[in-house]
């Protein structure tokens, strides 16, 4: 199976990192990719609503990348069930060339493993002594299943299995009459099973003495009285096509496989991380591991040891950011195909491969995406272009962030048209609508767009709201700072802060939590404890972390 490929945008996504993962996605599809647009993190409301209105379903949910067992198992799997017998699961494993197979129960639920050579020891049992090679454990109706053998001549065969004891009739009359006797006398001749050919006297010995049932060879049948008396006692007769030492061989075939196989092995659930279980499985002596259903036993595949040698990888088009801090988990382990992207180049984005990279500095990640389509005379439809109108209007707070450039306002232009919307028009709703801080909680309102930077080995976490007015934040400022403390004792950042900006007025308001000698300097008008006045601050990526960089850097001064 090949591993699907998606275009992802960075945790905690805001409009941008969705949108063009969405507009992306559309334009490599455009160019014959099989790639689906995806997330690693809750649609922002904003966002919900351009989807809605788009008519386009929100990416799939994607938050982690690392192989698991589901992904590098063989779903076309080779398996018996527990009642099957030995010549069933012989003459399958034979047929598709495997040496084990897993054994499921009637629900299909794993029940333990059967390896090939597991085989032998139903054909020959553990012995302790020589009696123990004759005694088969079946049910007499599979024994007839198993041979072909004809069984309307006496009693109807049980399917319950039971321990018999086989006894080939081929001594002389006397000779079987006094093994007979010996079993009589020790309380088990019930449990016989008398194997002849067309041995008449034999026949008349085993239902003399009330043997369990007399299996007849050769294709030969027994008398009429020998029938009438069989039925009369009770007793079950089978009539094999087969000679006798076939049938012998042919009968140690029907015990079931459910004597043999061990719960003493190893399985994986579908969602175990491939790397978290490598070790176990190389040191086991194990040849095939069963994946099973998470939260079941129901089998979804198998793999071998040589399945974990390189196991196939996600690929990834990361769009709106470059660092593995700011990826979806398992990145490291994924294969990232390319990277679109206007942030700084930063972090510890390691690729095993070379990848197309693509950083411009530009408002927005729809931007690029938008300009892509253009470079090679494409369009994307209306759903896609409003979408990506929506991830350069959120990011450029419709073109007044400082971060904004000539390319922006020309693609907006473009994309508004084959939208059929009005660019200012459209932002002004967009804007408008879906107030985190009216209705999301704290922790929404804090982790909706947020990322995670490493400012020499320094943790810090910004996050920044839009809205068209402060007026509510005062009502929400204290439940925010909990949240920002709690958020930085369980991450353990320096500092952790949350820009609230009003787009209208390009105004925002900071508030930050951490250690004193960051907040202190913060190059904002403070006038609170966790509070800082910054008059024209719109953008993180230009103000914001500029800011926050130099607090880092003069702290130790």
């Avoid at 000779?175 to 008449?200: F, M, N, W």
């Avoid at 103000?543 to 607090?551: G, R």
């Amino acid at each position: 199976m090949t591993p699907p490929w998606y275009v992802l945008g960075h945790q905690n996504p805001d409009a941008d990192a969705i949108c063009a993962a969405i507009g992306h996605a559309a334009y490599l599809r455009a160019l014959g990719e099989e790639v689906e647009a995806a997330r690693c993190g809750e649609v922002p409301p904003r966002v919900k609503l351009v989807l809605e209105k788009a008519g386009l379903a929100a990416p799939k949910l994607v938050d982690d990348v690392r192989p698991t067992a589901g992904s590098i198992c063989r779903k076309s799997v080779v398996a018996v069930r527990e009642d099957d017998t030995f010549l069933m699961a012989y003459r399958l494993m034979v047929d598709h060339g495997v040496r084990a197979v897993p054994v499921l129960n009637n629900g299909g639920e794993v029940r333990g493993l059967l390896h090939f050579l597991d085989l032998l020891q139903l054909l020959l049992p553990p012995a302790t002594d020589g009696r123990d090679v004759k005694l088969l454990h079946a049910s007499l109706e599979n024994l007839g299943a198993t041979l072909g053998a004809g069984c309307d001549h006496g009693a109807r065969p049980p399917s319950e299995e039971e321990d018999l004891i086989m006894m080939v009739g081929a001594s002389s009359q006397e000779t079987v009459g006094r093994r007979l006797q010996a079993a009589k006398e020790e309380g088990s001749v019930g449990r016989y099973l008398v194997i002849c050919g067309d041995r008449p006297f034999v026949h008349h010995q085993a239902v003399e003495f009330g043997v369990r049932a007399l299996l007849v060879t050769g294709g030969y049948h027994p008398s009429a009285e020998i029938v009438k008396e069989a039925k009369e006692a009770g007793m079950i007769i089978l009539c094999s096509p087969h000679d006798t030492a076939t049938t012998v061989k042919l009968a140690l075939c029907a015990r079931k496989v459910r004597n043999i196989i061990s719960e003493d092995f190893i399985s994986l659930a579908s969602n175990q991380v491939v790397s978290r279980f490598t070790r176990r499985v190389a040191a086991s002596r194990q040849t095939l591991f069963p994946v099973v259903e998470a939260g079941t036993r129901r089998l979804m595949g198998v793999f071998s040891k040589s399945d974990l040698v390189d196991p196939p990888r996600t690929s990834l088009s990361l769009v709106d950011h470059n660092e593995f801090s700011q990826a979806v988990k398992g990145v490291e382990e994924a294969k990232v195909v390319e990277i679109l992207d206007h942030h700084r180049l930063s972090g510890d984005l390691v690729t095993r491969d070379p990848v197309r990279f693509i950083n411009e500095p530009v408002g927005s990640s729809s931007t690029i995406v938008a300009r892509r389509f253009r470079e090679k005379n494409l369009e994307p439809d209306a759903a896609v272009a409003l979408c990506l109108c929506a991830g350069l209007v959120s990011d450029t707070l419709n073109l007044t962030s400082p971060t904004t450039t000539e390319v922006d306002g020309e693609m907006l232009v473009w994309l508004s048209r084959l939208a059929g919307v009005d660019a200012d028009q459209f932002a002004e709703d967009f804007f408008a609508s879906g107030s985190l801080l009216v209705h999301a909680d704290a922790k929404a309102i804090v982790g909706t767009d947020r990322k995670e930077f490493n400012e020499d080995d320094i943790l810090l976490s910004l996050s920044q709201v839009e809205e068209t007015s402060l007026k509510g934040l005062s009502a929400r400022k204290d439940e925010l700072l909990r949240e920002l403390e709690r958020l930085r004792v369980e991450k353990s950042y320096a500092l952790c802060a949350i820009l609230v900006t009003d787009i209208r007025r390009h105004d925002s308001v900071l508030l930050a939590v951490g250690t004193e000698a960051l907040l202190s300097k913060l190059p904002f008008d403070r006038v609170g404890t966790n509070e800082f006045s910054s008059p024209g601050v719109v953008s993180r990526k230009k103000q914001l972390f500029p800011a926050v960089c130099e607090a880092v850097r003069l702290r130790s001064e």
